[in-house]
Nanobody
């Protein structure tokens, strides 16, 4: 599967953005899908994951209640709705996919497929 993330941009504190991850080659229902981000000088950080059928989601404590992951199976898209953005949310955001079954969804090395990243900048 090939993944392409889009929807990043420059926003103000408190604004919202919706990121999209377009999958091609195979249906997203074959994959656990995740969103990660990476700020300069930091390691890639898990944000959210959605199970193959979208019925189960997981979130990092840092974004729970502000970010929502969802899937549109008909369009083969995965979204990350981000609300009440803060300057510390500034990073490159990546979508990822894995065909394997893991006990943990939050480890970046568990995902075989990655999109190219989209930059989100939040100004105060």
């Amino acid at each position: 599967v090939q993944l392409q993330a889009s929807g990043g941009g420059s926003v103000q504190t408190g604004d919202s953005l919706r990121l999209s991850c377009a999958a091609s080659g195979r249906s997203i229902t074959n994959y656990l899908m995740g969103w990660f981000r990476q700020a300069p000088g930091t390691e890639r950080e898990f944000l959210a994951a959605s199970s193959r059928n979208g019925g189960s989601t997981s979130y990092a404590d840092s974004v729970r209640g502000r970010f929502t992951i969802s899937k549109d199976k008909t369009k083969n898209l995965v979204y990350l709705q981000m609300n009440n953005l803060q300057p510390e949310d500034t990073a490159i955001y990546y979508c990822a996919a894995t065909q394997k079954v893991w006990s943990s969804r939050s480890i970046a090395s568990h995902y075989e497929y990655w999109g190219q990243g989209t930059l989100v900048t939040v100004s105060s």
